[in-house]
């Protein structure tokens, strides 16, 4: 082969698996190229809350909070429901730890315990911790990024996402400083926060430290000699250049949100939308293919964290109709399904999520699906539903809206006796502040992230003044799959037969959740990707030491 290039390691994609392994392979002496397909780097880690989830950890440790392995582990038992690889299963708990710890320690990203933000499922299950579980990044100051700072990601979805911590959601609730407040201070001070600043904080160390980033470059082929992976042809502007990868390719390309047939496949979704880049096609089941890899799922497609959200007609994200994921909970709001019955815990996502994917032939198929968001004036006007901020009309054709419940149901096609039956029990409980039915607002992470804590209920309030409006459910996928190429506890890839291949690693979503299995908890992803990337290049970098 006629090499343009050649690097130690090649990482496709610059998420957090591609930027980890790219700087634990610099710092341990590589030379590292990260291959971005977008226009911008960062990745689909770049556009998320920014949290790792990890179970005990050091920074949980020197602010005060206890936990144990035990514990994390009966907690993950409980999620996963035998889908996990044990080994796997061990290996998070106990390299995820380490894998943070190089981090803040050696390669001096700023982290911080997010205090106060629970375990999705406590205090209902087992080994659920109150706190001390997810960390996330300093606020990091752009300026630091020079030259690079339009080239990385911020969310094309509004200022809150990068621009606010989860710690500060939390201190809000408990009755500190608004949200908005803390918004306007980290524009004007230009600090990027969440998976923003982490992606920034990544970036600005991978530079330090001699990594060659480049943008708007596909990787479109994985070159194999004697079933080993040697290097990648990159496609830019420019034309077809072929690289070699001396220790290994890293492939931390994200799920395949923005290919409908995979969607369809493994996640059975014959319609959905996403909030991920449209560079995230499933490249890494193309490129694997080569070195005999097959997709493997998982998991059942209904222990995916697939979101729910809305079409937001007349508004384009990157060049595609927009959707937008959506957090239940807000007082003066529930779900309901074509009977007009609400059927989960509306104030908690993964409840609701589960539930709309209930299929029963008896009744027709999925139950509860479609689906729509019942609100009124008061939840409008008070909490606003973005793009629409407090007090804002709603962009036209988003919602029906109608003066009476009985003329919404009409319009949007739900059993008007249903929905009016509901409305009127719901509200009952909200008089009491609790739900006889599902249980609305009795979890605190729900409470914390959706709940107005200048109520006494903070997920209930009675849906009651006119107009009211209807909105519809879609499903809203965000670059955690069902299916990913299988890999080792290093990150190896593992062929078709069962044997690793030689040069080929994957991390994050592109990676099958094997680990993990069934279930969810946010930051998990994005722990993922560091975990598997940093793993992956002390094999890489071990291998090369060994060589030398």
């Not at 809206?401 to 009127?424: C, F, K, N, Q, R």
Request: aromatic content about 8%.
């Amino acid at each position: 082969m006629d090499w343009d290039a050649q690097f130690d390691i090649v990482c496709v994609g610059s998420g957090l698996g591609g930027l980890s392994a790219a700087l634990t392979g610099a710092q341990r002496g590589a030379s590292v190229i990260v291959l971005e397909k977008f226009v911008q780097l960062g990745g689909v880690s770049a556009l998320s809350s920014g949290q790792l989830w990890l179970g005990p950890n050091h920074l949980a440790e020197e602010a005060g909070i206890a936990d144990s392995m035990a514990d994390a582990n009966a907690y993950l038992g409980h999620l996963n429901q035998g889908f996990a690889v044990p080994a796997l299963r061990d290996v998070y708990f106990e390299h995820s730890r380490q894998a943070l710890r190089y981090f803040t320690d050696v390669i001096g990203l700023e982290m911080q315990v997010v205090r106060g933000l629970p375990d999705y499922y406590y205090p209902l299950v087992d080994g659920a911790a109150a706190q001390g579980r997810y960390v996330e990044v300093k606020p990091f100051a752009a300026e630091r990024l020079g030259a690079l700072a339009d080239v990385v990601l911020t969310s094309p979805y509004g200022d809150g996402y990068s621009y606010t911590m989860s710690s500060e959601w939390i201190d809000m609730q408990a009755g500190g400083t608004f949200i908005g407040d803390r918004l306007a201070q980290h524009l004007a001070a230009g600090e990027r926060c969440a998976g923003a600043g982490l992606a920034a904080a990544q970036i600005v160390a991978a530079v330090a430290r001699g990594v060659d980033l480049r943008a708007s470059s596909e990787v479109v082929r994985l070159i194999v000699e004697n079933g080993a992976v040697q290097g990648v042809i990159m496609r830019d502007a420019t034309g077809d250049h072929a690289i070699r990868a001396r220790r290994g390719v890293m492939l931390a390309t994200g799920g395949y949100d923005w290919r409908p047939d995979l969607v369809r496949a493994f996640d059975a979704l014959p319609h959905a939308g996403s909030m991920a880049p449209p560079s995230v096609t499933g490249d890494h089941f193309a490129l694997a293919a080569a070195a005999g890899v097959m997709p493997l799922p998982a998991r059942a497609p209904s222990q995916t964290p697939i979101f729910l959200g809305y079409a937001v007609p007349g508004e384009s994200i990157y060049g595609q109709p927009s959707t937008r994921m959506w957090l239940p909970g807000a007082p003066h709001s529930i779900v309901v399904n074509r009977k007009g019955q609400r059927f989960a815990d509306d104030s908690f996502y993964p409840d609701l999520a589960t539930r709309v994917a209930r299929f029963d032939g008896q009744e027709g198929g999925l139950a509860n699906w479609p689906a729509w968001i019942i609100f009124d004036q008061d939840m409008l006007d008070n909490y606003g539903l973005l793009p629409a901020w407090p007090g804002q009309p709603l962009p036209e054709g988003m919602a029906m809206s109608a003066p009476t419940l009985e003329a919404l149901a009409e319009a949007a096609g739900i059993d008007v006796a249903g929905l009016y039956a509901t409305v009127e029990r719901f509200n009952g409980f909200c008089v009491g502040g609790s739900d006889d039915d599902f249980g609305r607002g009795k979890m605190p992470w729900p409470r914390i992230m959706t709940g107005d804590p200048r109520l006494p209920h903070p997920n209930m309030a009675p849906v009651g003044r006119a107009p009211f409006y209807a909105v519809p459910l879609i499903r809203v996928t965000m670059g955690v799959p069902t299916a990913g190429l299988p890999i080792d506890a290093e990150g190896q890839v593992i062929d078709a037969h069962g044997d690793p291949v030689a040069g080929l690693y994957a991390a994050g979503n592109a990676a099958a959740w094997m680990d993990w299995g069934g279930g969810y908890n946010s930051g998990i992803a994005n722990m993922r990707g560091m975990l598997y990337g940093h793993r992956a290049a002390l094999r890489m970098t071990t291998e090369q030491e060994g060589r030398s």
